[in-house]
């Protein structure tokens, strides 16, 4: 595979624009999503694709219990998610890095 390939591949998966947090699984709807003052979901903007790989950082603030997921969403869309296990007593600042990678496996 070339690299062209492997970064057209993780381009695909900018449709991804917005992240949310999650107290426990969300299933495949988005389900159990935060409920707190003042939380929303954070947009997240990516890295141009290099080698096969793109980034992107969001940070919620005054963040307070127990955090199990983050969600990743295109507009309304739940798309997936990924563990994320945060237990936080007071309010915090959380910053959630999403990564895609895409590599060739011989």
Known sequence: MYLGQL???VA?????DTVSLHTSHPG???ANELVLTGYTRKSITFST???GYIF?????LDVVGDIEYAG???GTTFISSRP????L???QRLRVLVEVTAEEKL
């Open 7 to 9: 970064n057209a591949a």
């Open 12 to 16: 695909s998966f900018t449709n991804v």
């Open 28 to 30: 495949d709807t988005g």
């Open 49 to 51: 694709p290099s080698a």
């Open 56 to 60: 992107g950082l969001v940070e919620f």
């Open 72 to 74: 990743l969403w295109d």
């Open 84 to 87: 994320l296990m945060a237990t």
């Open 89 to 91: 007593p007071s309010p």
